[in-house]
């Protein structure tokens, strides 16, 4: 599939450094936080796509068999969003070291159909923009 690579990142925690001393991380926690709209790093929403492929990072001392489970329940409650047709994908690594100022946290890349939404508005606004000849003098002067 060459023409489908557009990744979607997301980080959790998304607190602010003061706050944290007052909140208990937990791998369930940054796993729900992780797949969350919120915590995607672009304007789209994961649930009006499905994943074709994700992968998690999770960094700090955690367990490997939790990690799993908590994986596990997420592909197992929310199979509508990812796609039947390629199995186990779903992947995940653990890095012991800890982000500093974190104790831990999770990263989050996934290819995911929702795309097609930033693609859509990116489109409908550069035709907005074209129709009415903004910024076109600087594509002109350059040779376009």
């Given at each position: 599939?060459?023409?489908?690579?557009?990744?979607?990142?997301?980080?959790?925690?998304?607190?602010?450094?003061?706050?944290?001393?007052?909140?208990?991380?937990?791998?369930?926690?940054?796993?729900?936080?992780?797949?969350?709209?919120?915590?995607?790093?672009a304007?789209?929403d994961?649930?009006?796509?499905?994943y074709?492929?994700?992968?998690?990072?999770?960094?700090?001392r955690?367990?490997?068999?939790?990690v799993d489970?908590?994986?596990?329940?997420?592909?197992?409650?929310?199979?509508?969003?990812?796609?039947?047709?390629?199995?186990?994908?779903?992947?995940?690594?653990?890095c012991?070291?800890?982000?500093?100022?974190?104790?831990?946290?999770?990263?989050?890349v996934?290819?995911?159909?929702?795309?097609?939404?930033?693609?859509?508005?990116?489109?409908?606004?550069?035709?907005?923009?074209?129709?009415?000849?903004?910024?076109?003098?600087?594509?002109?002067g350059?040779?376009?």
């Amino acid at each position: 599939f060459p023409r489908l690579h557009f990744f979607l990142v997301g980080f959790s925690p998304l607190t602010a450094r003061g706050s944290q001393q007052y909140r208990s991380l937990t791998v369930p926690e940054l796993t729900q936080q992780m797949f969350d709209a919120k915590n995607m790093m672009a304007a789209a929403d994961p649930r009006h796509g499905r994943y074709l492929t994700a992968c998690a990072l999770f960094r700090g001392r955690m367990s490997p068999k939790e990690v799993d489970e908590q994986l596990l329940n997420v592909q197992k409650k929310n199979s509508a969003y990812f796609v039947e047709w390629i199995p186990n994908n779903l992947k995940c690594g653990i890095c012991d070291v800890p982000p500093k100022g974190l104790k831990m946290s999770a990263g989050f890349v996934g290819n995911s159909t929702c795309m097609q939404e930033i693609m859509r508005r990116v489109a409908e606004q550069f035709t907005a923009m074209f129709r009415r000849k903004a910024f076109l003098h600087w594509y002109t002067g350059e040779g376009m």
